[in-house]
C-alpha cells in the first residue's frame, strides 16, 4: 500500500517562502508521474503543479514564475517551493502519485495547510 505525507505547510507573510515536502512510503514500481493540488475553503480542488514519469513539469498559470516543483527519486520525496506567497494561495496543499489509465492521481495524501497573511 502506498502511503503520501506531506509537510512544510504553515504560517506566513505576503511575499514569503514556503518549501512543502512529500514523501512516499511503500512501493511504486517503475517511474510515474506526481503532483501538488489544493484546496481553499469553499473552493474546488485545483492543480498547482505536475512532474511526469519523464520528468517534465507544467503549473498553473496562477504560480508560473512562483513555484518550483522537484522530485528526488532516490529520496522518494516530492517537493514544492513556493516564493512570493500571496494570500490567494492560502489553502490546503495536497500531494498525489501515479496516473491511472483515465489519467486521474490514484494516491493522495492528507494534506498541509498553508496560510498566507497580507
Known amino acids: 500500500r502506498v502511503q503520501l505525507v506531506e509537510s512544510g505547510g504553515g504560517s506566513v507573510q505576503a511575499g514569503g517562502s514556503l518549501r512543502l515536502s512529500c514523501a512516499v512510503f511503500g512501493y511504486i514500481y517503475g517511474s510515474y508521474s506526481m503532483g501538488w493540488f489544493r484546496q481553499a475553503p469553499g473552493m474546488e480542488r485545483e492543480g498547482v503543479a505536475v512532474?511526469?514519469?519523464?520528468?517534465?513539469?507544467t503549473y498553473a498559470d496562477s504560480v508560473k514564475g512562483r513555484f518550483t516543483i522537484s522530485k528526488d527519486n532516490t529520496k522518494k520525496t516530492l517537493y514544492l517551493q513556493m516564493n512570493s506567497l500571496k494570500p490567494e494561495d492560502t489553502a490546503t496543499y495536497y500531494c498525489?502519485?501515479?496516473?491511472?489509465?483515465?489519467?486521474?492521481?490514484?494516491?493522495w495524501g492528507k494534506g498541509t495547510q498553508v496560510t498566507v497573511s497580507s
Open positions: 512532474v511526469d514519469r519523464s520528468g517534465n513539469t
Open positions: 498525489a502519485a501515479v496516473r491511472g489509465r483515465s489519467g486521474d492521481f490514484l494516491n
